[in-house]
C-alpha cells in the first residue's frame, strides 16, 4: 500500500524528522509566551505581592485613568518586615494561608478586613509541634489568665505572639518582656483591648529596688504568670494582687527562677556542681540563688579546721600550760 | 620587769570599734543573703549589708591616711630578710613552745607591737582581703562599671566570687584574730588593752 510505502520510505522520514523539529521548536516557544504573560499578571504571586506594599514604606497606587502611578505611604501599623519574617517560625507560609484570599484585591474588601485569622489550636492540635509544645495545655493555662477570662474574645494568643516575627525559645529576657510591654508601655495596643488609661509600669513597681537590673534580666512572667510545671512557660497570668512581691521567692536556694526562666537550659545543666556553670549565670547574677558546690563544701571544711584547730589549742593550753 | 605601753592611741580603738561592729554586721547579713540564716527579711538585709559596706569603707580610708600620718605604720613595716624564719619561730612557738611554757620569741616592746605573725595577719588582711573586699562591693552596688565578660565569664559572677571569697577570708581571719587576742598575758588582758589603750607587757 502506498501509505506503508510511505512511510517506509526515506522521503518519509525526512518528513517525519522536519515535522518533529519544528514542533519542539514550537512548542517551547508556546510555553514561554504562556509564562511570559503569567508573569505580567501574577509575578508578585504569594507573598512578594503582598509584600510590594506591606514591606515598604511607600507603595505606588496607579492611576486607572490617567495611568499615573502615585506614591503613597504605607501606615506604620501595615508594615511587615520581610526580612524578619524570613526569620520567623511560620516563614515558609503564604500571608494569604492566615489572611483571607480576599486581601490579593486592593483596596481590600471589607470581607478580608472583617474574616477571622486563626488561632494557634485551630492548625496546632494532634500534629507533632502541638505535641513537643503541649498547646492543649498552654491554652488551658492561658484560659485562665486575666486577660482570657477579662477579655476573652478580643485576647488571643496573637496578642503576644506577633504573627510576622513570632519565633519559639527566643528565650531572651528581652524578647519575652517586649510582648507584654507591646501593650502595657503602649497605650494604642492597650486601648485596642481595653479603654482605660494604661497603668505605667515603671511606677507600678517602685518598690521593686534596683528596678532596671530587674526588669531586664528578669521576665515579667517571672513574677505574673502561675508556675505550672507540666510546660515550660506558664500562660497563666495572675491579678496583680497574686504577683510576687517576696524578695526570697528569687533569692533563695531553691528560687522561682530555677523552676521558670532557666527550666529550659537547666534541665541540661543542673547538676551537683551548683549553679556556677549553670544556665541561671549565663545571663545574670541572682543574690542567694548562687552557690558553688565546692566552694561551699570547701569553706565548710576549712571552718571546721579553723574551729577543730583553735578547740585543741583551748585545751592543749588549759591543760598543759599550768 | 612590767611595763605599760600606750599602743592603742583613740583613733585606732574609734576605728577598731567600728571596723569590728561593721565586719559583724556584714558577715551576718551576708550569710543571711547568701544561705537564709538568721531568717533577716531580704530586703532589710540587703540595705543593712549595703550601709555597714558603705560606713566599713569610709572606716578603711580613715584608718589608711590615719596610719600613715601617725606613724602606727611604722609597726607593720616588715622587713622581708629572715622573715620566714621569724614566722616559722613565732608559729613553732604557738604550736609548741606555748605548751611549754617558753616565753614568747618576740616579746613586745614600744618598737615592736606585733609579733612577726601578727605583722604577717595584719598587713595582708588590712592592705590586700579588706581592699579586695570593698572594690568588690562596690562594683557590686555599681554593677554597670563591670566588665560585661571575662573570659568568657560574665563579669559579675567573678566579682561576686572574689566578694565571697574575700568576705570568707575575712571571716576566718576574725575567728583566729579573736582567739589569738586571748593569748595574752591573761585571756582578757589584750581586749581591755584595746578598751584603755595600754598593752601590759609581762
Ligand atoms: C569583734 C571582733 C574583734 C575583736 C574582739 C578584736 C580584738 C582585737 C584586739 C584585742 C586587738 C589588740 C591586740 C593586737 O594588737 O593584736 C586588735 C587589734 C587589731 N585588730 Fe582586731 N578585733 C576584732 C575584729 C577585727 C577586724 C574585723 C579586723 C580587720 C578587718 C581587725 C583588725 C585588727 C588590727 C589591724 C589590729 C591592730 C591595730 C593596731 O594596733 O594597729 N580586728 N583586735
Keep these: 500500500m502506498l501509505p506503508k510505502k510511505l512511510l517506509c520510505s526515506p522521503i518519509a522520514f525526512f518528513l517525519a524528522f522536519f515535522i518533529a523539529i519544528i514542533g519542539i521548536s514550537f512548542v517551547p516557544a508556546q510555553v514561554s509566551e504562556i509564562n511570559a504573560q503569567k508573569s505580567k499578571s501574577d509575578s508578585l504571586t504569594g507573598n512578594a505581592f503582598c509584600i510590594q506594599c506591606h514591606g515598604n514604606i511607600y507603595y505606588g497606587l496607579k492611576n486607572p485613568e490617567t495611568g499615573k502611578i502615585h506614591r503613597k505611604m504605607m501606615s506604620i501599623n501595615g508594615r511587615i518586615d520581610p526580612t524578619v519574617f524570613k526569620k520567623s517560625n511560620h516563614r515558609s507560609f503564604q500571608c494569604t494561608n492566615c489572611h483571607s484570599i480576599e486581601f490579593k484585591k486592593f483596596p481590600h474588601s471589607e470581607k478580608a478586613l472583617l474574616e477571622e485569622i486563626g488561632s494557634c489550636i485551630d492548625c496546632h492540635s494532634g500534629d507533632s509541634i502541638a505535641e513537643k509544645y503541649k498547646f492543649d495545655l498552654i491554652d488551658e493555662d492561658f484560659q485562665k489568665s486575666v486577660h482570657a477570662t477579662k477579655h476573652s474574645e478580643n485576647f488571643t494568643c496573637w496578642m503576644c505572639h506577633e504573627a510576622h516575627s513570632y519565633k519559639v525559645n527566643a528565650t531572651t529576657v528581652e524578647y519575652d518582656n517586649s510582648m507584654c510591654l507591646s501593650c502595657h508601655a503602649n497605650a494604642n495596643k492597650y486601648n485596642l483591648i481595653l479603654n482605660k488609661s494604661n497603668p505605667n509600669i515603671i511606677e507600678k513597681h517602685e518598690w521593686l529596688p534596683n528596678q532596671q537590673a530587674h526588669l531586664q534580666n528578669v521576665r515579667c512572667i517571672e513574677c505574673h504568670a502561675r508556675v505550672n510545671d507540666s510546660i515550660l512557660v506558664a500562660h497563666n497570668i495572675q491579678p496583680k494582687a497574686k504577683a510576687v512581691k517576696l524578695c526570697v521567692e528569687c533569692h533563695s536556694t531553691n528560687s522561682l527562677l530555677k523552676q521558670t526562666l532557666y527550666k529550659y537550659q537547666s534541665r541540661v545543666q543542673i547538676s551537683r556542681n551548683g549553679y556556677f556553670n549553670a544556665a541561671i549565670l549565663n545571663k545574670s547574677y541572682v543574690i542567694g540563688a548562687n552557690r558553688n558546690y565546692y566552694l561551699n563544701v570547701a569553706s565548710v571544711v576549712i571552718l571546721l579546721i579553723v574551729i577543730g584547730g583553735i578547740a585543741i589549742h583551748i585545751i592543749l593550753r588549759t591543760t598543759l600550760k599550768k | ?202
Excluded at chain 2, 99 to 120: E, V
Excluded at chain 2, 164 to 193: D, L
Excluded at chain 2, 194 to 199: A, I, P, S, T
Design chain 2, 1 to 202: 620587769m612590767a611595763q605599760k605601753i600606750y599602743y592603742y592611741p583613740v583613733w585606732i580603738r574609734i576605728w577598731h570599734a567600728t571596723n569590728a561592729l561593721m565586719f559583724l554586721l556584714l558577715i551576718i547579713t551576708g550569710l543571711s543573703m547568701q544561705y537564709g540564716l538568721f531568717k533577716i527579711r531580704f530586703d532589710y538585709a540587703v540595705s543593712i549589708h549595703n550601709v555597714s559596706g558603705i560606713v566599713l569603707s569610709v572606716c578603711y580610708l580613715y584608718y589608711f591616711m590615719a596610719n600613715f600620718i601617725t606613724g602606727n605604720l611604722k609597726y607593720y613595716r616588715i622587713k622581708f630578710k629572715g622573715f620566714f624564719k621569724r614566722l616559722w619561730v613565732q608559729f613553732v612557738y604557738y604550736t609548741v613552745g606555748i605548751f611549754k611554757n617558753q616565753m614568747p620569741p618576740f616579746p613586745l616592746t614600744i618598737k615592736r607591737k606585733f609579733n612577726p605573725l601578727q605583722k604577717f595577719t595584719y598587713v595582708s588582711v588590712m592592705y590586700i582581703i579588706v581592699p579586695l573586699i570593698i572594690i568588690s562591693g562596690y562594683a557590686m552596688l555599681f554593677p554597670e562599671i563591670i566588665y560585661e565578660k571575662v573570659l568568657g565569664i560574665p563579669g559579675i559572677v567573678l566579682t561576686d566570687l572574689v566578694h565571697v571569697c574575700t568576705g570568707f577570708i575575712g571571716s576566718i581571719f576574725m575567728i583566729i584574730h579573736i582567739y589569738f587576742c586571748t593569748i595574752g598575758s591573761k585571756p582578757a588582758a589584750n581586749f581591755k588593752s584595746l578598751v584603755n589603750g595600754y598593752h601590759q607587757t609581762e
